[in-house]
């Protein structure tokens, strides 16, 4: 088994979770196209407050509803939050001057919706021929 994981975390002053919101959608509209919409919903990750887990709208039926996002038309791909203050002033940060957001997906999850691969365990088998179909036309 295998998990690999992308992580943001970005603090600054008068960093609000409409930021992260914002960031979110254009990752989001970036990588699946200008149509998609995205949700947050309540959620609970260690370490942020308030935590959130973010849908988008499913790409493969244009949020009409299918079979793979099990026929809401929406499906899950990140967890998000702000960043407690207690974990700002835990590593020597004023959380009176700072914030901030923090966000984490699976690699093998967004290659999946992206280029829609059938079976995760594909990732796994290590052969070059399915490695190919995902080189980069640059």
């Known amino acids: 088994m295998f998990f690999h994981q992308l992580e ?9 979770f409409t930021d992260l919101k914002q960031v979110l959608l254009t990752f989001a509209r970036e990588l699946f196209g200008s149509e998609t919409q995205i949700r947050l919903r309540p959620s609970y990750f260690p370490f942020t407050e308030p935590s959130a887990e973010m ?4 790409h493969i039926c244009g949020g009409e509803g299918c079979g793979f996002c099990k026929h ?3 499906v899950e791909i990140l967890g998000c939050g702000m960043v407690d203050p207690n974990v700002l002033e835990a590593c020597g940060i004023d959380s009176n001057t700072y914030s901030g957001y923090a966000f984490g997906l699976g690699i093998e999850r967004i290659t999946n919706l992206k280029y829609h691969v059938a079976d995760l365990r594909l990732f796994s088998e290590n052969d070059v021929r399915f490695l190919q179909e995902f080189e980069s036309a640059y």
């Open 8 to 16: 943001g975390l970005y603090i600054d002053k008068k960093v609000s």
């Open 55 to 58: 849908d988008i709208s499913c």
């Open 72 to 74: 809401t038309g929406w």
